[in-house]
Protein backbone atom coordinates (compact mmCIF):
# COMPACT_ATOMS: atom_id res chain seq x y z
CA UNK A 1 0.00 0.00 0.00
CA UNK A 2 1.30 3.26 -0.67
CA UNK A 3 2.12 6.05 2.39
CA UNK A 4 -1.29 7.81 3.28
CA UNK A 5 -1.50 11.06 1.79
CA UNK A 6 -1.30 13.65 4.51
CA UNK A 7 -0.82 17.07 4.63
CA UNK A 8 1.49 19.27 7.14
CA UNK A 9 -1.61 22.23 7.69
CA UNK A 10 -3.81 21.34 10.72
CA UNK A 11 -7.41 21.01 9.87
CA UNK A 12 -6.21 18.74 6.72
CA UNK A 13 -7.69 14.95 6.73
CA UNK A 14 -5.32 12.46 5.61
CA UNK A 15 -6.53 10.62 2.40
CA UNK A 16 -5.05 6.67 2.15
CA UNK A 17 -5.13 4.82 -1.31
CA UNK A 18 -7.78 2.22 -1.66
CA UNK A 19 -6.29 -0.74 -3.27
CA UNK A 20 -7.76 -3.57 -5.61
CA UNK A 21 -7.26 -6.86 -3.91
CA UNK A 22 -7.32 -8.55 -7.26
CA UNK A 23 -7.12 -8.52 -10.97
CA UNK A 24 -10.61 -8.09 -12.19
CA UNK A 25 -13.12 -5.86 -13.45
CA UNK A 26 -15.15 -3.28 -12.13
CA UNK A 27 -18.73 -4.76 -11.97
CA UNK A 28 -21.06 -2.32 -9.45
CA UNK A 29 -19.96 0.75 -7.60
CA UNK A 30 -22.14 0.72 -4.26
CA UNK A 31 -20.82 3.61 -2.15
CA UNK A 32 -20.49 7.30 -3.72
CA UNK A 33 -17.92 9.55 -2.87
CA UNK A 34 -18.16 11.47 0.28
CA UNK A 35 -20.72 8.85 1.76
CA UNK A 36 -20.21 8.53 5.22
CA UNK A 37 -19.85 3.93 6.00
CA UNK A 38 -19.31 1.90 8.96
CA UNK A 39 -16.33 -0.31 8.99
CA UNK A 40 -17.07 -3.89 6.49
CA UNK A 41 -19.52 -1.92 4.79
CA UNK A 42 -19.35 -2.87 0.91
CA UNK A 43 -17.32 0.10 -0.86
CA UNK A 44 -17.55 -1.27 -4.53
CA UNK A 45 -17.83 -5.09 -6.34
CA UNK A 46 -15.06 -6.43 -8.80
CA UNK A 47 -15.20 -9.70 -10.92
CA UNK A 48 -12.49 -12.03 -10.90
CA UNK A 49 -12.06 -15.11 -12.69
CA UNK A 50 -16.21 -15.36 -12.78
CA UNK A 51 -16.49 -14.64 -9.30
CA UNK A 52 -17.63 -11.43 -7.25
CA UNK A 53 -15.30 -9.85 -4.95
CA UNK A 54 -16.44 -6.96 -2.40
CA UNK A 55 -14.16 -4.64 -1.31
CA UNK A 56 -15.18 -3.54 1.98
CA UNK A 57 -14.50 -0.45 4.33
CA UNK A 58 -11.25 -0.14 6.49
CA UNK A 59 -13.37 0.88 9.03
CA UNK A 60 -15.71 4.28 9.40
CA UNK A 61 -15.45 6.76 7.25
CA UNK A 62 -16.34 8.17 3.27
CA UNK A 63 -14.50 7.56 0.08
CA UNK A 64 -13.12 10.96 -1.08
CA UNK A 65 -12.68 10.21 -4.79
CA UNK A 66 -12.97 7.16 -6.90
CA UNK A 67 -10.26 6.70 -9.63
CA UNK A 68 -12.64 3.43 -11.43
CA UNK A 69 -15.57 3.46 -12.59
CA UNK A 70 -18.10 0.32 -14.33
CA UNK A 71 -16.07 -1.68 -16.45
CA UNK A 72 -12.41 -0.42 -16.05
CA UNK A 73 -9.95 -3.50 -15.33
CA UNK A 74 -7.67 -3.22 -12.57
CA UNK A 75 -4.59 -4.77 -11.67
CA UNK A 76 -4.13 -6.47 -7.92
CA UNK A 77 -2.72 -3.45 -5.75
CA UNK A 78 -3.91 -0.50 -8.27
CA UNK A 79 -5.72 2.21 -6.53
CA UNK A 80 -9.45 2.34 -7.22
CA UNK A 81 -9.80 5.50 -4.98
CA UNK A 82 -9.02 7.54 -1.99
CA UNK A 83 -10.44 7.16 1.43
CA UNK A 84 -10.66 9.60 3.98
CA UNK A 85 -10.98 7.29 7.99
CA UNK A 86 -13.02 8.72 10.49
CA UNK A 87 -10.55 10.65 13.83
CA UNK A 88 -11.21 8.81 16.28
CA UNK A 89 -12.71 12.03 18.65
CA UNK A 90 -14.90 13.30 15.84
CA UNK A 91 -18.56 13.00 17.02
CA UNK A 92 -20.90 10.27 14.42
CA UNK A 93 -24.23 11.22 13.66
CA UNK A 94 -24.37 9.15 10.81
CA UNK A 95 -24.21 6.33 12.88
CA UNK A 96 -20.90 5.07 11.72
CA UNK A 97 -20.08 2.82 14.50
CA UNK A 98 -23.45 1.31 14.22
CA UNK A 99 -22.79 -2.44 13.62
CA UNK A 100 -23.31 -3.27 9.62
CA UNK A 101 -26.34 -5.16 8.69
CA UNK A 102 -25.67 -8.88 7.97
CA UNK A 103 -26.53 -9.91 4.51
CA UNK A 104 -29.78 -12.68 4.35
CA UNK A 105 -28.65 -15.81 4.98
CA UNK A 106 -28.30 -17.91 1.70
CA UNK A 107 -31.46 -20.04 0.23
CA UNK A 108 -29.37 -23.04 0.59
CA UNK A 109 -29.43 -22.92 4.01
CA UNK A 110 -33.25 -23.20 4.34
CA UNK A 111 -33.17 -25.88 1.86
CA UNK A 112 -30.66 -27.76 3.57
CA UNK A 113 -32.66 -26.95 7.16
CA UNK A 114 -35.34 -28.55 5.73
CA UNK A 115 -34.06 -31.52 4.50
CA UNK A 116 -32.10 -32.37 7.46
CA UNK A 117 -35.03 -32.56 9.69
CA UNK A 118 -36.34 -34.75 7.46
CA UNK A 119 -33.91 -37.02 9.12
CA UNK A 120 -34.54 -36.64 12.87
CA UNK A 121 -37.32 -39.31 14.32
CA UNK A 122 -39.62 -36.05 14.99
CA UNK A 123 -40.36 -36.15 10.64
CA UNK A 124 -42.17 -39.49 11.66
CA UNK A 125 -43.97 -39.35 14.08
CA UNK A 126 -46.48 -42.15 13.32
CA UNK A 127 -43.29 -44.75 12.79
CA UNK A 128 -41.60 -43.83 16.03
CA UNK A 129 -45.28 -44.22 17.78
CA UNK A 130 -45.30 -47.84 16.69
CA UNK A 131 -41.88 -48.77 17.55
CA UNK A 132 -42.34 -47.47 21.18
CA UNK A 133 -45.77 -49.22 21.40
CA UNK A 134 -43.62 -52.23 20.75
CA UNK A 135 -41.36 -51.38 23.19
CA UNK A 136 -38.68 -50.50 21.14
CA UNK A 137 -36.20 -48.08 20.47
CA UNK A 138 -35.41 -46.40 17.17
CA UNK A 139 -31.92 -46.44 15.26
CA UNK A 140 -31.26 -42.88 16.11
CA UNK A 141 -32.03 -43.84 19.64
CA UNK A 142 -30.04 -46.69 19.90
CA UNK A 143 -26.79 -44.91 18.25
CA UNK A 144 -27.68 -41.99 20.70
CA UNK A 145 -27.44 -44.72 23.66
CA UNK A 146 -23.97 -46.74 22.29
CA UNK A 147 -22.45 -43.10 21.71
CA UNK A 148 -20.59 -40.71 24.18
CA UNK A 149 -23.39 -37.15 23.79
CA UNK A 150 -22.65 -35.20 21.33
CA UNK A 151 -20.18 -37.72 19.69
CA UNK A 152 -22.15 -38.43 16.70
CA UNK A 153 -20.88 -37.82 12.95
CA UNK A 154 -23.15 -39.48 10.08
CA UNK A 155 -22.27 -40.66 6.82
CA UNK A 156 -24.53 -40.80 4.16
CA UNK A 157 -27.61 -38.93 6.02
CA UNK A 158 -29.12 -37.29 2.72
CA UNK A 159 -29.07 -40.55 0.73
CA UNK A 160 -32.76 -42.14 -0.21
CA UNK A 161 -33.75 -45.55 -1.84
CA UNK A 162 -32.56 -46.21 -5.01
CA UNK A 163 -36.18 -45.99 -6.35
CA UNK A 164 -36.37 -42.29 -8.00
CA UNK A 165 -37.41 -44.22 -11.38
CA UNK A 166 -40.52 -45.35 -9.67
CA UNK A 167 -41.35 -42.99 -6.96
CA UNK A 168 -40.83 -39.21 -6.53
CA UNK A 169 -37.65 -37.73 -4.78
CA UNK A 170 -39.91 -35.91 -2.17
CA UNK A 171 -41.78 -39.13 -1.16
CA UNK A 172 -38.18 -41.06 -1.34
CA UNK A 173 -36.82 -38.21 0.90
CA UNK A 174 -39.87 -38.34 3.22
CA UNK A 175 -40.12 -42.23 4.13
CA UNK A 176 -36.22 -43.72 3.36
CA UNK A 177 -34.33 -41.36 5.06
CA UNK A 178 -30.85 -42.51 5.10
CA UNK A 179 -31.68 -45.32 2.82
CA UNK A 180 -32.21 -46.92 6.14
CA UNK A 181 -29.06 -46.87 7.62
CA UNK A 182 -27.66 -44.60 10.48
CA UNK A 183 -23.98 -44.86 10.12
CA UNK A 184 -21.39 -42.66 11.05
CA UNK A 185 -18.53 -42.43 13.66
CA UNK A 186 -18.40 -41.33 17.27
CA UNK A 187 -16.88 -42.33 20.57
CA UNK A 188 -17.18 -44.91 23.45
CA UNK A 189 -15.96 -44.04 26.37
CA UNK A 190 -14.09 -41.40 24.42
CA UNK A 191 -12.86 -43.79 21.94
CA UNK A 192 -13.29 -43.54 18.55
CA UNK A 193 -16.09 -46.42 16.94
CA UNK A 194 -17.66 -46.69 13.99
CA UNK A 195 -21.27 -47.81 14.08
CA UNK A 196 -24.10 -49.06 11.22
CA UNK A 197 -27.30 -48.86 12.36
CA UNK A 198 -30.34 -50.31 9.93
CA UNK A 199 -33.41 -48.89 10.62
CA UNK A 200 -36.65 -51.01 10.77
CA UNK A 201 -38.64 -47.99 9.87
CA UNK A 202 -37.48 -47.56 6.90
CA UNK A 203 -38.07 -50.55 4.39
CA UNK A 204 -37.97 -53.11 7.42
CA UNK A 205 -34.23 -52.38 7.53
CA UNK A 206 -33.34 -54.03 4.29
CA UNK A 207 -30.35 -53.50 2.50
CA UNK A 208 -30.55 -51.08 -0.26
CA UNK A 209 -27.89 -50.00 -3.05
CA UNK A 210 -27.23 -46.39 -1.70
CA UNK A 211 -27.02 -47.94 1.85
CA UNK A 212 -24.40 -50.78 0.50
CA UNK A 213 -22.08 -48.03 -0.52
CA UNK A 214 -22.50 -45.89 2.54
CA UNK A 215 -21.63 -49.30 4.48
CA UNK A 216 -18.33 -50.00 2.20
CA UNK A 217 -16.92 -46.31 3.21
CA UNK A 218 -17.11 -46.93 6.82
CA UNK A 219 -15.85 -50.24 6.46
CA UNK A 220 -13.31 -49.17 5.11
CA UNK A 221 -12.38 -46.35 6.83
CA UNK A 222 -12.90 -48.49 10.00
CA UNK A 223 -10.12 -50.40 8.54
CA UNK A 224 -7.60 -48.14 7.94
CA UNK A 225 -7.91 -46.14 11.29
CA UNK A 226 -8.17 -49.11 13.45
CA UNK A 227 -11.98 -48.20 14.54
CA UNK A 228 -14.27 -50.97 16.07
CA UNK A 229 -17.62 -51.26 14.58
CA UNK A 230 -20.69 -52.13 16.40
CA UNK A 231 -23.47 -53.24 13.87
CA UNK A 232 -26.94 -52.96 15.14
CA UNK A 233 -28.18 -55.60 12.89
CA UNK A 234 -32.25 -55.39 12.93
CA UNK A 235 -33.69 -55.82 9.14
CA UNK A 236 -34.61 -57.98 6.69
CA UNK A 237 -31.67 -58.81 4.28
CA UNK A 238 -31.66 -57.45 0.78
CA UNK A 239 -34.23 -54.88 -1.32
CA UNK A 240 -35.49 -56.29 -4.44
CA UNK A 241 -37.59 -52.75 -4.51
CA UNK A 242 -34.46 -50.58 -5.48
CA UNK A 243 -34.56 -50.42 -9.53
CA UNK A 244 -32.28 -47.54 -9.91
CA UNK A 245 -28.88 -49.46 -10.53
CA UNK A 246 -26.97 -50.88 -13.58
CA UNK A 247 -26.66 -54.63 -12.18
CA UNK A 248 -28.90 -57.89 -12.53
CA UNK A 249 -28.46 -59.65 -9.00
CA UNK A 250 -25.68 -57.34 -7.48
CA UNK A 251 -24.08 -60.38 -6.15
CA UNK A 252 -20.76 -58.36 -6.96
CA UNK A 253 -21.49 -56.19 -3.51
CA UNK A 254 -18.28 -56.03 -1.43
CA UNK A 255 -20.00 -55.12 1.67
CA UNK A 256 -20.24 -58.71 3.02
CA UNK A 257 -16.25 -59.35 2.04
CA UNK A 258 -15.26 -55.94 3.90
CA UNK A 259 -17.31 -56.25 7.08
CA UNK A 260 -15.37 -60.68 7.57
CA UNK A 261 -11.86 -58.84 6.72
CA UNK A 262 -12.47 -56.79 9.56
CA UNK A 263 -11.64 -59.66 12.04
CA UNK A 264 -7.99 -59.68 13.63
CA UNK A 265 -7.89 -56.08 12.29
CA UNK A 266 -10.55 -54.50 14.72
CA UNK A 267 -13.17 -55.29 17.27
CA UNK A 268 -16.72 -55.74 15.75
CA UNK A 269 -19.77 -56.22 18.18
CA UNK A 270 -23.52 -57.41 16.94
CA UNK A 271 -26.53 -56.60 17.97
CA UNK A 272 -29.76 -58.29 16.93
CA UNK A 273 -33.03 -57.56 18.28
CA UNK A 274 -36.61 -57.93 16.25
CA UNK A 275 -36.24 -59.72 13.18
CA UNK A 276 -32.71 -60.04 11.25
CA UNK A 277 -32.63 -62.11 8.37
CA UNK A 278 -30.68 -62.55 5.56
CA UNK A 279 -28.12 -60.27 4.69
CA UNK A 280 -28.28 -58.77 8.16
CA UNK A 281 -27.78 -61.51 9.41
CA UNK A 282 -24.77 -61.85 7.54
CA UNK A 283 -23.25 -59.63 8.67
CA UNK A 284 -24.27 -60.20 12.11
CA UNK A 285 -22.70 -63.69 11.78
CA UNK A 286 -19.18 -62.23 11.40
CA UNK A 287 -18.78 -60.18 14.18
CA UNK A 288 -16.47 -61.22 17.03
CA UNK A 289 -19.55 -61.22 19.42
CA UNK A 290 -23.23 -61.54 18.42
CA UNK A 291 -25.73 -60.06 21.26
CA UNK A 292 -29.52 -60.65 21.00
CA UNK A 293 -32.64 -59.32 22.71
CA UNK A 294 -34.73 -61.61 24.18
CA UNK A 295 -37.81 -62.67 21.94
CA UNK A 296 -35.60 -61.30 18.47
CA UNK A 297 -35.29 -63.65 15.77
CA UNK A 298 -32.39 -64.29 13.53
CA UNK A 299 -32.18 -66.28 10.03
CA UNK A 300 -30.23 -66.71 7.23
CA UNK A 301 -33.40 -66.38 5.50
CA UNK A 302 -37.03 -64.54 6.23
CA UNK A 303 -40.33 -66.38 6.21
CA UNK A 304 -40.28 -65.23 2.10
CA UNK A 305 -37.29 -66.79 1.42
CA UNK A 306 -38.33 -69.75 3.22
CA UNK A 307 -41.99 -70.39 0.98
CA UNK A 308 -39.92 -69.01 -1.90
CA UNK A 309 -38.06 -72.23 -1.52
CA UNK A 310 -40.90 -74.77 -1.25
CA UNK A 311 -40.19 -74.98 2.49
CA UNK A 312 -43.70 -73.96 3.91
CA UNK A 313 -44.73 -71.00 5.70
CA UNK A 314 -42.82 -70.05 8.86
CA UNK A 315 -43.95 -66.96 11.16
CA UNK A 316 -41.12 -64.66 11.57
CA UNK A 317 -40.70 -65.00 15.15
CA UNK A 318 -40.07 -69.00 14.44
CA UNK A 319 -37.35 -68.93 11.89
CA UNK A 320 -34.55 -68.43 14.88
CA UNK A 321 -35.88 -67.85 18.06
CA UNK A 322 -33.06 -66.44 19.97
CA UNK A 323 -33.79 -69.07 23.07
CA UNK A 324 -32.96 -72.01 20.44
CA UNK A 325 -29.63 -69.96 18.46
CA UNK A 326 -28.19 -68.92 22.00
CA UNK A 327 -27.77 -72.59 23.26
CA UNK A 328 -26.32 -73.82 19.61
CA UNK A 329 -23.88 -71.15 20.45
CA UNK A 330 -24.82 -69.18 17.40
CA UNK A 331 -25.40 -66.09 20.04
CA UNK A 332 -22.89 -64.96 22.80
CA UNK A 333 -25.12 -63.14 24.69
CA UNK A 334 -28.56 -62.69 25.33
CA UNK A 335 -30.03 -59.44 26.87
CA UNK A 336 -33.80 -58.47 27.96
CA UNK A 337 -33.75 -54.96 25.51
CA UNK A 338 -32.02 -52.92 23.43
CA UNK A 339 -31.21 -50.53 26.04
CA UNK A 340 -29.25 -53.32 28.22
CA UNK A 341 -27.66 -54.59 24.87
CA UNK A 342 -26.17 -51.26 23.78
CA UNK A 343 -25.42 -50.83 27.43
CA UNK A 344 -23.39 -54.38 27.01
CA UNK A 345 -22.00 -52.99 24.08
CA UNK A 346 -20.13 -50.17 25.82
CA UNK A 347 -18.71 -52.53 28.28
CA UNK A 348 -17.19 -55.17 25.54
CA UNK A 349 -15.67 -52.45 23.68
CA UNK A 350 -13.66 -51.75 26.44
CA UNK A 351 -13.03 -55.58 27.08
CA UNK A 352 -12.14 -55.83 23.41
CA UNK A 353 -9.69 -53.13 22.67
CA UNK A 354 -7.97 -53.93 25.73
CA UNK A 355 -8.55 -50.39 27.57
CA UNK A 356 -7.49 -51.09 31.15
CA UNK A 357 -9.73 -49.50 33.79
CA UNK A 358 -8.88 -48.73 38.17
CA UNK A 359 -9.35 -51.70 39.54
CA UNK A 360 -12.00 -52.93 41.52
CA UNK A 361 -11.53 -55.40 44.32
CA UNK A 362 -12.29 -58.47 44.03
CA UNK A 363 -16.00 -60.01 43.69
CA UNK A 364 -15.73 -62.44 47.35
CA UNK A 365 -13.49 -62.58 50.22
CA UNK A 366 -10.34 -64.84 49.23
CA UNK A 367 -10.16 -67.01 52.44
CA UNK A 368 -13.50 -68.53 50.89
CA UNK A 369 -12.21 -70.19 48.09
CA UNK A 370 -10.02 -72.18 50.87
CA UNK A 371 -13.08 -74.27 51.04
CA UNK A 372 -15.16 -74.11 47.84
CA UNK A 373 -13.75 -77.36 47.00
CA UNK A 374 -15.56 -80.31 48.37
CA UNK A 375 -13.40 -82.92 50.55
CA UNK A 376 -15.49 -85.64 48.78
CA UNK A 377 -13.34 -86.14 45.75
CA UNK A 378 -16.77 -86.80 43.61
CA UNK A 379 -18.64 -83.59 44.91
CA UNK A 380 -20.07 -80.74 42.34
CA UNK A 381 -19.80 -77.21 43.09
CA UNK A 382 -20.71 -74.08 41.01
CA UNK A 383 -17.85 -72.83 39.41
CA UNK A 384 -19.23 -69.23 39.13
CA UNK A 385 -18.09 -68.80 43.15
CA UNK A 386 -14.54 -69.13 41.63
CA UNK A 387 -15.08 -66.84 38.80
CA UNK A 388 -16.48 -63.83 40.96
CA UNK A 389 -14.28 -64.23 43.68
CA UNK A 390 -11.01 -63.58 41.29
CA UNK A 391 -12.17 -61.24 39.23
CA UNK A 392 -12.90 -57.73 39.80
CA UNK A 393 -15.91 -57.46 40.91
CA UNK A 394 -18.84 -56.95 38.68
CA UNK A 395 -16.99 -57.26 35.24
CA UNK A 396 -17.68 -60.50 34.29
CA UNK A 397 -19.43 -61.08 31.49
CA UNK A 398 -20.33 -64.91 30.12
CA UNK A 399 -20.44 -65.45 26.80
CA UNK A 400 -22.36 -68.29 25.44
CA UNK A 401 -23.84 -68.95 28.04
CA UNK A 402 -26.29 -71.60 27.46
CA UNK A 403 -23.97 -74.02 25.23
CA UNK A 404 -21.16 -75.95 25.82
CA UNK A 405 -21.84 -75.36 29.33
CA UNK A 406 -19.28 -78.08 31.03
CA UNK A 407 -17.15 -74.96 30.65
CA UNK A 408 -18.12 -71.37 31.27
CA UNK A 409 -16.38 -68.99 28.82
CA UNK A 410 -15.89 -64.92 29.92
CA UNK A 411 -14.52 -61.45 29.40
CA UNK A 412 -13.44 -59.77 32.84
CA UNK A 413 -11.19 -57.42 34.30
CA UNK A 414 -7.99 -58.70 36.36
CA UNK A 415 -6.86 -55.99 38.50
CA UNK A 416 -8.24 -53.13 35.68
CA UNK A 417 -6.61 -55.69 32.91
CA UNK A 418 -8.88 -57.06 30.21
CA UNK A 419 -8.89 -61.10 30.74
CA UNK A 420 -10.42 -63.85 28.46
CA UNK A 421 -11.15 -66.73 31.12
CA UNK A 422 -12.27 -70.24 31.01
CA UNK A 423 -13.42 -72.71 33.36
CA UNK A 424 -14.87 -76.38 33.80
CA UNK A 425 -18.18 -76.60 35.12
CA UNK A 426 -18.39 -79.66 37.05
CA UNK A 427 -22.14 -79.34 37.52
CA UNK A 428 -22.43 -79.90 33.85
CA UNK A 429 -21.46 -83.37 32.55
CA UNK A 430 -18.25 -83.50 35.45
CA UNK A 431 -16.65 -81.09 33.84
CA UNK A 432 -15.84 -83.11 30.05
CA UNK A 433 -15.12 -81.55 27.61
CA UNK A 434 -17.59 -82.08 24.93
CA UNK A 435 -18.02 -80.76 21.44
CA UNK A 436 -20.38 -78.04 22.10
CA UNK A 437 -17.69 -77.29 24.78
CA UNK A 438 -14.81 -77.49 22.27
CA UNK A 439 -16.35 -75.29 19.65
CA UNK A 440 -16.70 -72.45 22.53
CA UNK A 441 -13.17 -72.87 23.85
CA UNK A 442 -11.95 -72.75 20.36
CA UNK A 443 -14.47 -69.24 19.55
CA UNK A 444 -12.46 -68.18 22.74
CA UNK A 445 -8.87 -68.75 22.00
CA UNK A 446 -9.59 -67.35 18.78
CA UNK A 447 -11.03 -64.36 20.13
CA UNK A 448 -8.29 -64.11 22.52
CA UNK A 449 -5.73 -64.18 20.00
CA UNK A 450 -7.21 -61.70 17.68
CA UNK A 451 -7.69 -59.00 20.60
CA UNK A 452 -4.28 -59.65 22.56
CA UNK A 453 -6.44 -60.47 25.27
CA UNK A 454 -4.53 -62.86 28.18
CA UNK A 455 -5.75 -65.99 28.92
CA UNK A 456 -6.80 -67.17 32.66
CA UNK A 457 -8.07 -70.73 32.25
CA UNK A 458 -9.44 -72.76 35.87
CA UNK A 459 -8.98 -76.40 35.28
CA UNK A 460 -11.43 -79.21 36.50
CA UNK A 461 -11.81 -81.98 33.87
CA UNK A 462 -11.92 -85.45 33.71
CA UNK A 463 -10.94 -84.94 30.13
CA UNK A 464 -13.18 -85.18 27.02
CA UNK A 465 -16.10 -86.72 26.65
CA UNK A 466 -16.10 -90.33 25.37
CA UNK A 467 -18.24 -93.14 24.14
CA UNK A 468 -20.39 -93.71 20.85
CA UNK A 469 -22.94 -90.02 20.99
CA UNK A 470 -19.84 -88.52 22.02
CA UNK A 471 -17.99 -89.37 18.77
CA UNK A 472 -21.43 -88.94 16.49
CA UNK A 473 -21.31 -85.36 17.24
CA UNK A 474 -17.14 -85.17 15.55
CA UNK A 475 -15.37 -84.90 18.47
CA UNK A 476 -12.58 -86.30 16.95
CA UNK A 477 -12.43 -82.69 14.69
CA UNK A 478 -13.26 -80.31 17.40
CA UNK A 479 -10.73 -82.18 19.75
CA UNK A 480 -8.01 -81.11 17.00
CA UNK A 481 -9.19 -77.76 16.53
CA UNK A 482 -8.91 -77.63 20.33
CA UNK A 483 -5.26 -78.81 19.83
CA UNK A 484 -4.35 -76.66 16.70
CA UNK A 485 -5.48 -73.54 17.80
CA UNK A 486 -3.90 -73.14 21.02
CA UNK A 487 -0.57 -74.25 19.09
CA UNK A 488 -1.18 -71.20 17.37
CA UNK A 489 -1.90 -68.98 20.13
CA UNK A 490 0.40 -65.68 20.73
CA UNK A 491 -1.34 -64.19 23.89
CA UNK A 492 -0.28 -65.33 27.42
CA UNK A 493 -1.93 -67.88 29.23
CA UNK A 494 -1.98 -68.74 33.05
CA UNK A 495 -3.52 -71.78 34.60
CA UNK A 496 -4.73 -73.09 37.96
CA UNK A 497 -5.87 -76.91 38.18
CA UNK A 498 -8.54 -76.38 40.83
CA UNK A 499 -8.83 -80.47 41.26
CA UNK A 500 -8.74 -82.53 38.46
CA UNK A 501 -6.47 -82.50 35.89
CA UNK A 502 -7.00 -85.60 33.95
CA UNK A 503 -5.86 -86.79 30.38
CA UNK A 504 -6.05 -84.80 26.84
CA UNK A 505 -9.07 -82.61 28.18
CA UNK A 506 -6.87 -80.84 30.86
CA UNK A 507 -3.92 -80.44 28.44
CA UNK A 508 -6.27 -78.79 25.92
CA UNK A 509 -7.30 -76.16 29.00
CA UNK A 510 -4.05 -75.35 28.98
CA UNK A 511 -2.65 -74.63 25.95
CA UNK A 512 -1.88 -78.10 24.94
CA UNK A 513 0.75 -79.28 27.99
CA UNK A 514 0.63 -78.30 31.40
CA UNK A 515 4.13 -75.95 30.27
CA UNK A 516 2.31 -74.18 27.09
CA UNK A 517 1.21 -71.26 29.49
CA UNK A 518 3.48 -68.91 31.40
CA UNK A 519 2.73 -70.67 34.60
CA UNK A 520 0.61 -73.64 35.96
CA UNK A 521 -0.29 -73.82 39.43
CA UNK A 522 -2.77 -75.97 41.48
CA UNK A 523 -4.62 -75.81 44.35
CA UNK A 524 -3.80 -78.36 47.04
CA UNK A 525 -7.18 -80.14 46.22
CA UNK A 526 -5.69 -80.77 42.39
CA UNK A 527 -5.09 -84.56 41.18
CA UNK A 528 -3.43 -85.71 38.33
CA UNK A 529 -3.43 -88.35 36.17
CA UNK A 530 -3.04 -89.82 32.15
CA UNK A 531 -7.10 -90.37 32.61
CA UNK A 532 -9.47 -90.54 35.81
CA UNK A 533 -7.34 -92.54 38.56
CA UNK A 534 -10.48 -94.81 39.17
CA UNK A 535 -10.67 -95.64 35.07
CA UNK A 536 -7.07 -95.87 35.21
CA UNK A 537 -6.89 -98.58 38.19
CA UNK A 538 -9.53 -100.71 36.34
CA UNK A 539 -8.04 -100.45 33.14
CA UNK A 540 -4.36 -100.77 34.28
CA UNK A 541 -4.34 -103.12 36.76
CA UNK A 542 -7.04 -105.42 35.25
CA UNK A 543 -5.14 -108.55 35.46
CA UNK A 544 -4.49 -108.46 39.42
CA UNK A 545 -7.90 -107.34 39.95
CA UNK A 546 -9.23 -110.02 38.26
CA UNK A 547 -6.67 -112.23 40.00
CA UNK A 548 -7.34 -111.00 43.20
CA UNK A 549 -11.22 -111.66 42.27
CA UNK A 550 -10.46 -115.44 41.70
CA UNK A 551 -8.53 -116.06 44.86
CA UNK A 552 -10.42 -114.28 47.04
CA UNK A 553 -14.06 -113.06 45.61
CA UNK A 554 -15.53 -109.84 45.63
CA UNK A 555 -13.90 -108.30 48.96
CA UNK A 556 -10.55 -109.20 47.60
CA UNK A 557 -10.73 -107.42 44.51
CA UNK A 558 -12.40 -104.55 46.20
CA UNK A 559 -9.76 -104.34 48.64
CA UNK A 560 -7.00 -104.48 45.93
CA UNK A 561 -8.90 -102.08 43.99
CA UNK A 562 -9.06 -99.41 46.62
CA UNK A 563 -5.28 -99.89 47.51
CA UNK A 564 -4.15 -98.98 44.42
CA UNK A 565 -6.37 -96.23 44.12
CA UNK A 566 -5.14 -94.42 47.02
CA UNK A 567 -1.76 -95.29 45.72
CA UNK A 568 -2.94 -93.67 42.55
CA UNK A 569 -4.49 -90.49 44.29
CA UNK A 570 -1.02 -89.74 46.12
CA UNK A 571 1.13 -90.14 42.78
CA UNK A 572 -1.10 -87.47 41.49
CA UNK A 573 -1.57 -85.58 44.44
CA UNK A 574 -0.10 -81.86 43.69
CA UNK A 575 2.63 -81.35 45.82
CA UNK A 576 4.00 -84.33 44.06
CA UNK A 577 3.44 -83.23 40.58
CA UNK A 578 5.03 -79.91 41.82
CA UNK A 579 8.20 -81.93 42.96
CA UNK A 580 8.56 -83.51 39.54
CA UNK A 581 7.93 -80.33 37.65
CA UNK A 582 5.30 -81.05 35.59
CA UNK A 583 3.21 -77.82 37.08
CA UNK A 584 4.97 -74.87 38.10
CA UNK A 585 3.93 -74.44 41.74
CA UNK A 586 0.81 -75.21 44.45
CA UNK A 587 -0.50 -72.12 45.61
CA UNK A 588 -3.08 -71.14 48.49
CA UNK A 589 -6.43 -70.43 46.94
CA UNK A 590 -6.72 -67.69 48.63
CA UNK A 591 -4.07 -66.22 46.82
CA UNK A 592 -4.94 -67.11 43.69
CA UNK A 593 -6.40 -63.56 42.55
CA UNK A 594 -2.87 -62.34 43.85
CA UNK A 595 -1.29 -65.12 41.79
CA UNK A 596 -2.85 -64.73 38.44
CA UNK A 597 -2.01 -61.23 38.73
CA UNK A 598 1.71 -61.43 38.80
CA UNK A 599 2.14 -63.94 36.25
CA UNK A 600 0.45 -61.91 33.78
CA UNK A 601 2.13 -58.61 34.87
CA UNK A 602 5.70 -60.87 34.04
CA UNK A 603 4.48 -62.11 30.65
CA UNK A 604 2.89 -58.68 29.53
CA UNK A 605 0.62 -59.14 26.23
CA UNK A 606 0.77 -59.46 22.55
Known amino acids: MNPPETDSEPGREALIPLLSPV ?34 APGPGRVRTWTVQVGDAVSEGEPLGTWSPAAAAQADPAGLAAPVPQPPAHPGLARWRARRALLDDAARPDAVARRH ?35 AEAELQRQTPADGLVAGTGTVAGRP ?26 LALARRHRWPVVLLAEGGGGRPGDVDWLGVAGLDCTTFAQFAALRGV ?101 DALRALVPERRNAAYDIHTVLRTVFDAGTLVELRAEDGRALVTALARLDGRPVAVAASQVQHGAGALDAAACRKWVALMALADRRGLPLVTLVDTPGFMVGPASEATGMLRHAGEVFTTAAALRVPMASVVLRRGFGLGAMALTGGHFHAPVATCAWPSGEFGPMGLEGGVRLGFRKELDAAQASGGDAAREALYQRLLDEAVARGDALNMAAHLEIDDVIDPADTRAWLCRVLASAGSR
Open 23 to 56: AGAVVQMIVAPSQAVGPGQTLLVLESMKMEVPVP
Open 133 to 167: GAGRRTARENVAALLDDGSFTEYGGFAVAAQRSRR
Open 193 to 218: VTVLAYDYTVLAGTQGVFNHRKADRL
Open 266 to 366: VPTIGIAAGYCFAGNAALLGCCDLVLATEGSSIGMGGPAMIEGGGLGRVAPQDVGPVAVLAAAGAVDLVLPDEAAATAMARTLLGLLTGTPAPAAPAGGPA
